[in-house]
């Protein structure tokens, strides 16, 4: 049996993502701003070019409620 956020077309990461952020805003404050707080998160990718590394481009993810 597959899991539910297969069959609708998420990724496992995106699901955990979505669930995170629903929990974020169920919290009350001071508890709410906190892990609003705490949850911003950048990533950096890098991509290759004919097998050469080309700069790396980072990526913020600002959640905002």
Same mark, same amino acid.
């Given at each position: 049996m597959s899991a539910t956020w297969k069959n609708v077309g998420l990724t496992y990461l995106k699901y955990a993502d979505l669930c995170a952020t629903h929990m974020r805003n169920c919290l009350k404050e001071p508890a709410k701003?906190?892990?609003? #707080?705490? #949850?911003?998160?950048?990533?950096r990718v890098t991509k290759f070019e004919d097998g050469k590394r080309l700069k790396p481009e980072i990526v913020e993810k600002a959640i905002a409620s």
């Open positions: 701003g906190k892990a609003l #707080s705490m #949850s911003n998160m950048h990533v």
